[in-house]
C-alpha cells in the first residue's frame, strides 16, 4: 500500500517561531510537493521539488522554505511563523511522468 | 492559482441515490484525477484516467475522462452515509496539478 507520511497531524506554535513540517514517501517518486488548504482558496501550491537537492518555486512560496536531501524526505521550514500561516498543510507525491499524485494526512497548523 | 471549475459546489442526496459531478477546465490535460477529502484528513485518490474518452469505474465509482480532454465526470451509485465528504477534481498537462473547488457531497440516511 503506497505512502506518504506526515511527522505531525496537529501542531500549535508561536509568532516568530521556526517551523519543521516533515514528509516521507514510500513509493521511490521522483516528485514531492508542498500545499496549503484554505477554506474558499483550495489547494495552493508552495514548493515543488523534481529530484534530491532541487526544489522549484509554487503559487505561494513567500515566508517558506523547502530541503530535499534524500529522495524520501521533503521538509517544509517556516523561518518565522506568523499568524496568517495557520493553515492546513499537504505533502503529496508522484513518479516523474507525473501521473497519479498521493497526498499525506496533513498536518494542521495553528500558529498563535 | 488556476482552480477548475467543478460542479455542483454542493448537494444533499438520499441514500441509495445516484449522484453525478463534473469538472471542466479551459485547458487540455493529459491526466485527470478524482479524489475524496474527508474533515481534517488528506486526500485519498479514488481514480486516474490518462486517455480521452476513457471510462473507468472503482466499486461503485465510474469516472470519464472527457473527449475534448478539457472536462471529466464522476459518478457514485446507489450512494452509503460513508460517501460523505468533498469530492475534487485535477488536471495535469506537464509539470502542476491543477485542482478543482470541490463539491460537498451529503448523504441523508
Known amino acids: 500500500d503506497v505512502k506518504v507520511t506526515q511527522s505531525s497531524r496537529y501542531l500549535v506554535k508561536r509568532t516568530g517561531e521556526k517551523v519543521f513540517l516533515e514528509c516521507v514517501q514510500d513509493?521511490?517518486?521522483?516528485?514531492m510537493f508542498w500545499y496549503r488548504q484554505d477554506p474558499g482558496l483550495g489547494l495552493r501550491l508552495i514548493y515543488f521539488s523534481y529530484d534530491v537537492k532541487m526544489k522549484e518555486k509554487g503559487d505561494i512560496p513567500e515566508g517558506y522554505s523547502v530541503s530535499r536531501e534524500k529522495k524520501e524526505r521533503f521538509s517544509l521550514i517556516l523561518e518565522s511563523a506568523s499568524t496568517n500561516q495557520t493553515s492546513m498543510y499537504l505533502c503529496?507525491?508522484?513518479?516523474?511522468?507525473?501521473?497519479?499524485?498521493?497526498f499525506g494526512p496533513g498536518t494542521r497548523l495553528t500558529v498563535l | 492559482g488556476q482552480q477548475l471549475n467543478q460542479s455542483p459546489q454542493s448537494m444533499f442526496i438520499q441514500e441509495g441515490e445516484d449522484v453525478s459531478m463534473n469538472c471542466t477546465s479551459s485547458?487540455?490535460?493529459?491526466?485527470w484525477l478524482w479524489y475524496k477529502q474527508d474533515p481534517g484528513e488528506g486526500p485519498v485518490l479514488l481514480i486516474a484516467l490518462y486517455k480521452a474518452g476513457e471510462l473507468t469505474s472503482n466499486g461503485r465509482l465510474t469516472a470519464q475522462f472527457g473527449i475534448t480532454r478539457k472536462d471529466s465526470f464522476l459518478n457514485i451509485s446507489a450512494s452509503i452515509p460513508s460517501d460523505v465528504g468533498i469530492y475534487f477534481c485535477a488536471g495535469t498537462g506537464t509539470y502542476k496539478y491543477i485542482f478543482g473547488t470541490g463539491t460537498r457531497l451529503k448523504v441523508l440516511a
Open positions: 485547458s487540455i490535460f493529459n491526466t
Open positions: 513509493m521511490d517518486h521522483e516528485n
Open positions: 503529496a507525491s508522484c513518479q516523474r511522468s507525473y501521473n497519479e499524485q498521493f
